[in-house]
């Protein structure tokens, strides 16, 4: 039954998923993610579709990845994922990355909401299809830590930029992906080819729009250790990251 619970989702890493190291970017790999969590609610009942219809979706809050190595250009790779907790207003769902020969890789933790495209007010998870949801709970194990929180007392931006045609997905926002592209962005190439990235955590705060102003703040907390925080238009905070990179 535990086995049933877990969604298993086979991927290859395309020329175009990889950077200059031939490795699949982070961006991607979160992409991959958030499909993995798609198909994993659709194949159980409570995916974005059907939810869409009943005017509700789904949102990620917070994402927390930890990597030992990444899959290389044209190779096979595969994600695992699996519901490990819901509360009235917010879920916990784990992710497994694979390798070409099952073993793992790295893990991932999110956490989503359910909210309303009318009110953006989060929906009672527990009322869903009367609570059907929970029904899905696994105890597997992902040995990484929780989302943590994440501070920057930096007063000035390390790069502004304005929210472009490509960054703006279906709902009209930025993309949560794309965030994490240009908090990526933020460091030189020389560090991509010194170091690899051995955590990555996200934490979305609010919604930002096309033509929206949005400054990049960044903070090495310690040696390897860096906080960002993203804000719009000089004011509200749309975003939170941390990196953690390894020699």
């Given at each position: 039954?535990?086995?049933?619970?877990?969604?298993?989702?086979?991927?290859?890493?395309?020329?175009?998923?990889?950077?200059?190291?031939?490795?699949?970017?982070?961006?991607?790999?979160g992409?991959h993610?958030?499909?993995?969590?798609?198909?994993?609610?659709?194949?159980?009942?409570?995916?974005?579709?059907?939810?869409?219809?009943?005017n509700?979706?789904?949102?990620?809050?917070?994402?927390a990845?930890?990597?030992?190595d990444?899959p290389?250009?044209y190779?096979?790779?595969?994600?695992?994922t699996?519901?490990?907790?819901?509360?009235?207003?917010?879920?916990?769902?784990?992710?497994?990355?694979l390798?070409?020969?099952?073993?793992?890789?790295?893990?991932?933790?999110?956490?989503?909401?359910?909210?309303?495209?009318?009110?953006?007010?989060?929906?009672?998870?527990?009322?869903?299809?009367?609570g059907?949801i929970t029904?899905?709970?696994?105890?597997?194990?992902?040995?990484?830590?929780k989302?943590?929180?994440?501070?920057?007392?930096?007063?000035?931006?390390?790069?502004?930029?304005?929210?472009?045609?490509?960054?703006i997905?279906i709902?009209?926002?930025?993309?949560?992906?794309?965030?994490?592209?240009?908090?990526?962005?933020?460091f030189?190439?020389?560090?991509?080819?010194?170091k690899?990235?051995?955590?990555?955590e996200?934490?979305?705060?609010?919604?930002?729009?096309?033509?929206?102003?949005?400054?990049?703040?960044?903070?090495?907390?310690?040696?390897n250790?860096?906080?960002?925080?993203?804000?719009?238009?000089?004011?509200?905070?749309?975003?939170?990251?941390?990196?953690?990179?390894?020699?």
């Amino acid at each position: 039954m535990e086995q049933n619970r877990v969604g298993h989702y086979k991927f290859v890493a395309e020329p175009f998923h990889v950077d200059f190291t031939g490795r699949l970017t982070m961006g991607v790999l979160g992409n991959h993610l958030l499909n993995c969590a798609g198909f994993h609610a659709t194949e159980r009942g409570f995916g974005m579709a059907s939810l869409n219809e009943a005017n509700y979706t789904w949102v990620l809050s917070r994402l927390a990845v930890e990597l030992e190595d990444m899959p290389r250009q044209y190779e096979d790779f595969s994600i695992q994922t699996w519901v490990e907790n819901v509360y009235r207003l917010f879920t916990d769902r784990n992710f497994a990355i694979l390798d070409k020969k099952g073993n793992t890789i790295g893990y991932a933790r999110s956490v989503w909401a359910m909210i309303n495209m009318n009110t953006r007010k989060p929906a009672d998870l527990l009322s869903l299809h009367g609570g059907g949801i929970t029904d899905y709970i696994c105890q597997k194990e992902c040995p990484i830590d929780k989302p943590s929180r994440i501070k920057v007392d930096d007063c000035e931006p390390d790069a502004v930029y304005n929210a472009k045609y490509s960054d703006i997905d279906i709902n009209g926002h930025v993309n949560s992906i794309k965030y994490i592209e240009h908090v990526l962005d933020l460091f030189p190439i020389n560090m991509y080819k010194e170091k690899r990235i051995k955590r990555f955590e996200v934490a979305y705060v609010a919604e930002s729009y096309y033509g929206d102003i949005l400054s990049f703040y960044k903070q090495e907390i310690n040696e390897n250790e860096f906080h960002i925080e993203v804000k719009k238009n000089s004011g509200e905070v749309v975003c939170r990251s941390k990196m953690i990179f390894i020699n």
